[in-house]
């Protein structure tokens, strides 16, 4: 069961990451606002809810937060570009908090009621004792089918090959006719959309605050980096791994002593470090593992690029 679940909390992650991943393999930028975008999913999912019901904010939410992604890059971003990427940075960073600021003007500073849907809030299996929860096969459901509409578009169709041509020949592009600059802000509205897609399925399932965004933008950055700046392959690989590992660790009671025993290093005893156990280094461990990956192998396990 920790394994299902560490694979929706992963699946959920790359819906978040990818979107990430495709902004920076075409525009080189590290987008520091995309999970607040996460966070508008949740919020414009939520109150559309409230007026309709769970289904239309569904398709209409994303949808929204395309939408304000591609002005964003249309009259920010853009005119930030001709100064250069630190520009890009601040600005990104900068609308972050913007962001949660009209967020908490608007619903205010503490959590929102945004439930799941009743249709879906009851069991799908029971697995050792364990009921696997409706919703959380909706998640996987719904993740796995952005995955492959998104292979689908990238691949399959005539603008998936014009945008993998305008990763690295956009000048070439250019010349054939295609505006550039428009295609960057569909993929930026396009990557903005898949975050706000994420944030109304995972707003529900864990909590829809003002501080949601700050609470999974660090982790999305690890499993980019993990995964390889640029590498869809290695933010779905990366997003699975992050995933099971945070699930699986909270589950672990082990001591650090019993993991380096097992490897035949020797703590101190009493010591600080010898007295945790796994469960408790639960949030530190995905870093510890970028950190290893920047050591060992800086380009991630799947990237194609230095940065």
């Known amino acids: 069961m920790s394994l299902l679940n560490g694979i929706t909390y992963g699946l959920l992650l790359f819906m978040l990451s990818s979107g990430l991943t495709l902004i920076f393999s075409m525009m080189g930028i590290l987008n520091f606002a995309h999970a607040s975008f996460y966070m508008l999913g949740a919020y414009f999912a939520y109150q559309i809810s409230t007026w309709v019901g769970f289904w239309p904010g569904l398709l209409v939410a994303p949808l929204i937060v395309g939408a304000v992604g591609a002005a964003v890059e249309r009259y920010g971003l853009r005119r930030a570009h001709r100064f250069g990427h630190v520009a890009e940075l601040l600005f990104t960073f900068g609308l972050a908090f913007v962001v949660e600021e009209v967020v908490q003007l608007i619903w205010g500073k503490v959590a929102v009621d945004y439930r799941i849907p009743a249709e879906l809030d009851g069991t799908l299996f029971t697995l050792f004792s364990t009921d696997f ?170 990237g194609a690029r230095e940065s």
């Open 133 to 302: 929860p409706i919703y959380k096969g909706f998640m996987m459901l719904i993740s796995v089918g952005m995955l492959v509409a998104l292979y689908a578009l990238l691949t399959r169709t005539r603008i998936g090959l014009i945008i993998q041509a305008a990763l690295t020949k956009p000048d070439m592009v250019e010349a054939l006719g295609h505006n550039v600059p428009r295609i960057f802000m569909l993929v930026f509205g396009g990557g903005t959309a898949l975050a706000g897609l994420a944030g109304v399925i995972g707003g529900n399932a864990f909590i829809t605050e003002p501080g949601m965004a700050a609470a999974v933008g660090s982790i999305v950055f690890v499993v980019v980096v993990v995964g390889g700046l640029g590498s869809l392959g290695g933010a779905f690989v990366a997003s699975l791994l992050i995933g099971c590992i945070q699930t699986f660790s909270v589950a672990l009671s082990i001591s650090v002593t019993d993991v380096f025993a097992l490897i035949g290093v020797s703590l101190p005893q009493g010591s600080q470090v010898a007295r945790l156990t796994i469960t408790q280094l639960a949030p530190v461990l995905p870093y510890l593992l970028m950190v290893g990956i920047l050591i060992f192998r800086p380009r991630g396990l799947m």
